[in-house]
């Protein structure tokens, strides 16, 4: 079954989704998008999304092109249309097509909506057996990664370069040896003291949406928790290392630049996280 | 008459001059571009900019799509289809089509080559009654602004700041308060002892091939010139401020932040450097 995508109101085949070579996204990077995770049926953490593709499109000044309920229902005709229940849904904004100056064309575009889906697998029962390496690398992105924005050759980079060592994440540091977060997921980690720690909010990172859910799981769990930016010394001598992402939810890093992470296998602070992350989906 | 694009091979009408929504371009930025000049049918600077193109190209590991004879042969076709023979040639290449997935897809997609021209003005003689307003503003773009990458979100936003405030362009300088350069622009400036300066090359700016093209010309008109960066308060206290680009030739900046700049008139400096870029052109 060929893949249906939706464009700018329209729901095509998506080899034939295309958008004109002057569209903004395509000759600026002039755009925000969103990833959705899909649970049989249902969107996860959906407030949080929406909430966050809002913030990005008012932060860059893009009209929205439909309101919330509309854009739910795109989404699940879509989803309906791909066949796809469990899987990622894939949306991007971008300030649409004009004559390419720089300033904000005026008249305003029309802005330019797309979707794709995706199947994705049911996440395994448990983290048993898991293994994941991640390098760390120097944050080069541009000052406001709070904009989930499209300018991501870095991240493009970074995660290129994790994958040529074998990697499944890079984790990025910055001038002052302060870790960000990952090149596509928010970075925990399990200090000697037992502490859980990820780093607060700015301009910086990704307010993450995986993030965000799982503060109340910690809270939940009872752990020591501060949310306070950590050193890249600090991460190396981390006694669990895991990241977040819709894409992702909760998976551990059990090596660091080539260095066992703890024992090498996931944490208990992570797979209990996971296991709480797991029974929030499957609660529905 | 319609205008005439280029798209990977195809020579088709710019309302029909399309992309998959899944080309790298428009999901992560993941491409670089270039502006060439002509100037009655001849490309100013060109081999600088054949040059600029292909390190590019080669910093993010980008396919060529052909040879730059090959190149040529396009530019000076689309010319013609287009009419024109002073103008803006506008040249983007990106890692071509693939399923979402950030580190580079394998087996490598073809690269995506796109292009479009379109007429300018004939240069005026002279800059006399010339005048043009700047505003300063923290360089938040990324760390590796040498590449000339199609992630220009924070190149959009500085100009439409600039727009917004009645002004040509936006000067950026960094966190130490140095220049970096103009959002779209490389940022000259005169000291009140008379030396002319740029700020070297390095990560943080693009290797504007005016600005390479204009070393010549200092040179040649004996001017005492430093090669160095220079601080926001320098540049507050400068008699003569312009810019250059492929695009904007020499251009004073007459106000910088709502205060005049030396007497607020195009410079002796500028001026000069100006005849000679115009004469150049006038040669062939």
Redesign the interface.
């Known amino acids: 079954m060929a893949r249906i995508?939706y464009?700018n109101g329209r729901y095509v085949k998506?080899?034939k989704?295309?958008?004109?070579?002057?569209?903004?996204?395509?000759?600026?990077?002039?755009g925000i998008?969103e990833v959705f995770y899909a649970y049989r049926g249902r969107l996860i953490d959906e407030a949080l999304h929406f909430a966050r593709l809002e913030r990005s499109r008012g932060e860059?000044?893009l009209t929205a092109p439909m309101g919330e309920a509309a854009l739910r229902v795109v989404i699940h005709e879509l989803m309906r249309r791909n066949r796809v229940q469990t899987g990622l849904i894939?949306l991007?904004l971008t300030r649409g097509v004009a004559?390419?100056d720089?300033?904000?064309p005026m008249p305003k575009p029309r802005s330019a909506l797309?979707l794709?889906v995706?199947p994705k697998p049911e996440p395994p029962e448990e983290l048993s057996g898991w293994s994941a390496a991640a390098i760390t690398l120097?944050d080069?992105?541009?000052?406001?990664c709070d904009i989930k924005?499209?300018?991501?050759?870095?991240?493009?980079?970074?995660?290129?370069a994790?994958?040529q060592a074998g990697a499944l994440e890079a984790v990025l540091f910055d001038a002052q040896g302060m870790v960000t977060e990952g090149?596509?997921s928010s970075v925990w980690m399990v200090g000697p003291d037992n502490v859980l720690r990820t780093r607060a909010l700015d301009q910086h990172v990704l307010p993450g949406c995986t993030r965000a859910a799982l503060l109340a799981d910690v809270a939940a769990e009872g752990l020591e928790f501060q949310e306070q930016a950590f050193s890249l010394e600090e991460l190396r001598a981390a006694r669990e290392i895991f990241i977040t992402s819709a894409t992702s939810f909760v998976k551990p890093i059990t090596r660091l630049d080539g260095m066992p992470v703890g024992n090498a296998a996931p944490g208990l602070i992570a797979s209990r996280l996971y296991a709480r992350y797991l029974a929030r989906l499957k609660e529905g």
């Open positions: 995508a464009v998506l080899a989704a295309v958008v004109n070579i002057e569209d903004r996204g395509y000759q600026f990077g002039d998008y860059i000044g894939y991007q004559k390419r720089h300033a904000f797309t794709t995706r120097e080069e992105r541009w000052g406001r924005s499209i300018n991501l050759l870095p991240n493009v980079l970074a995660r290129d994790a994958k090149a596509t």
